[in-house]
């Protein structure tokens, strides 16, 4: 995806809907020209509102659609908006499940112009086999002891400390919202299966011998429905550190309540078990805790008995930012 | 796939090549009429050789291409012989990476005639993701050591063990091979990523209390590119029993010269770990072991140095049957 970018809004009722759109704003601020977004529109980005003329005259590539719609159904008068944006010479892009590709005014309008339609969530090159092989070049992967606990924040949270610091790192997106903020990546459940791994293998190349992969973590080993996808992500990263996220207030794991979160020294203990099989000198370095529903109080307590459970460091990546991680990894 | 069947060789230049239509004849004999050679075939498999019109003539309603040809290629010979059977009103099943459905040709003739192209490679419907909720019947799994080490053959052997003793029990198929000969299943490697254990929990519904599954593994938890695909499978089957399938002769993983076999304690201990996630119950009831390259005097001495490791019935299902694990399960 080409930077700059026009945001899109629609005319989404709250500010959550636009989630995908505030993620590409906070870590990557200097690729958004501005927000477009029609009349009812509830969400704002704090950022100024363009039109697609003015997008054009200044010279933005991409027109994002940067929101969730309930049903994925795409308005009629989001579809406006695209149109215009293809007339214009923008390239559009989207996470949503419908696919732009699959709108046949739209492609044609696409291929007319010249303009690229990137659907994000389906991947569209095809990958071979994973084949486990070390590659040069340092990966750190977020885990997790469920579903949507902070995975990737996390790693863009350390992406943006350790280039901070001066030192090489590249954020590796796996799902459609860490795509459209790094502008590349493999929507990696949306893979088939048999090329889970390699896809991976793909996504986080060889490279120096100093630069890190910061790779977004999928689902958990523990949850029923995805544990497949975690366990190639964790074969394909061939992960030398591993980052276990974890939101302490869940009762079960998302989406089932009849399966309990599990125990997070369990938790660790498999994902390291299951990561040797490709770097046996994988270890974790670091605990990133989303502690935003814990009262203040009970945070710190829980975060001691944390250090004293895994002798690593604890942090809350929104709260305290990721420092304690990143030094462990210099 | 609707019985009864023509086995369609084609002109494959040797025996190995009609492994797929061999295993059809040797589990499902009752289902095949006859077999359907072209000029230079050099696979036979013992059956009477057919043509179309003897089998349109005793009510044949499907053939099936059971052979693999170098390359994925169909060749014009053999797309006549589908054309014919086409036109005599038979549905087409094929196992081959290249979809019948992508041939215009056949495509459109089969839409006039009103018969189906079963491409079993290739998941036509979509599943939900998993769940893990318990569900009532009994379900086994084959888990291996490595890729294409019996698992298939196993599961088939313990199903048709069960029911010569009147016992209930459905080999659910999970490749090609295995559809075709079980003449329905899923390709559980060609699913998309996210739905894996969904398609297995659909592929091993509830059932009678008494009802065993057999489900046929895929790959395995130590291969570094499907080792996704085996968890899945895992947690979908939610198994009440698991048998471990091993080549003892194998130097390395499948495909893979640099990665080692897992040893066969740590292959169970991880395979029991993670499928407790779905059901706390699972215990291995048995080994299956592919001896055919051990020399007869060195088997028998593995075996017995396998069942005083493992505690449990070791077997080859080729040379003495699974009666063993069977006796495990009544």
């Not at 996220?245 to 079960?252: F, G, L, S, V, Y």
């Not at 974790?284 to 895994?310: D, H, K, Q, W, Y």
Request: charged fraction near 25%.
């Amino acid at each position: 995806m080409e930077p700059p970018y026009l945001l899109f809004l629609g005319d989404v009722g709250d500010q959550l809907a636009a989630k995908t759109a505030s993620g590409i704003v906070h870590w990557r601020p200097e690729r958004c020209f501005g927000q477009l977004r029609l009349p009812g529109c509830r969400a704002d980005l704090g950022i100024p509102d363009r039109s697609i003329e003015e997008a054009r005259a200044a010279g933005v590539r991409t027109l994002v659609i940067g929101v969730a719609n309930a049903g994925g159904i795409l308005a009629e008068s989001w579809i406006d908006s695209i149109r215009e944006a293809i007339l214009a010479g923008m390239d559009v892009a989207s996470g949503l499940h419908r696919k732009l590709a699959d709108i046949p005014e739209l492609a044609e309008l696409a291929a007319e112009r010249g303009v690229a339609l990137h659907d994000v969530r389906h991947p569209t090159r095809s990958f071979s086999t994973g084949n486990g092989r070390r590659r040069s070049g340092r990966r750190l992967l977020t885990v997790g002891t469920d579903c949507s606990c902070g995975k990737m924040y996390t790693a863009l949270a350390i992406e943006r400390e350790m280039r901070a610091r001066g030192m090489k790192a590249t954020f590796r997106a796996t799902g459609q919202t860490g795509i459209l903020i790094a502008g590349d990546g493999v929507s990696i459940d949306a893979v088939v299966a048999d090329f889970i791994s390699g896809a991976v293998e793909w996504l986080t190349p060889a490279n120096d011998a100093d630069h890190w992969d910061i790779v977004e973590g999928q689902g958990s080993l523990f949850h029923p429905a995805f544990a497949g996808v975690s366990l190639g992500l964790l074969h394909g990263a061939q992960a030398d550190a591993l980052v276990l996220c974890h939101e302490p207030t869940r009762r079960h794991m998302r989406g089932l309540p009849h399966q309990p979160l599990p125990d997070i020294e369990e938790c660790m203990d498999l994902n390291l078990r299951a990561a040797r099989l490709t770097n046996p000198d994988v270890r974790f370095v670091g605990l990133s805790v989303n502690s935003s529903a814990l009262p203040a109080a009970e945070r710190e307590a829980m975060f001691e008995e944390l250090r004293r459970i895994t002798g690593l460091p604890v942090v809350d990546p929104f709260a305290t930012g990721v420092g304690p991680i990143v030094d462990a990894l210099s």
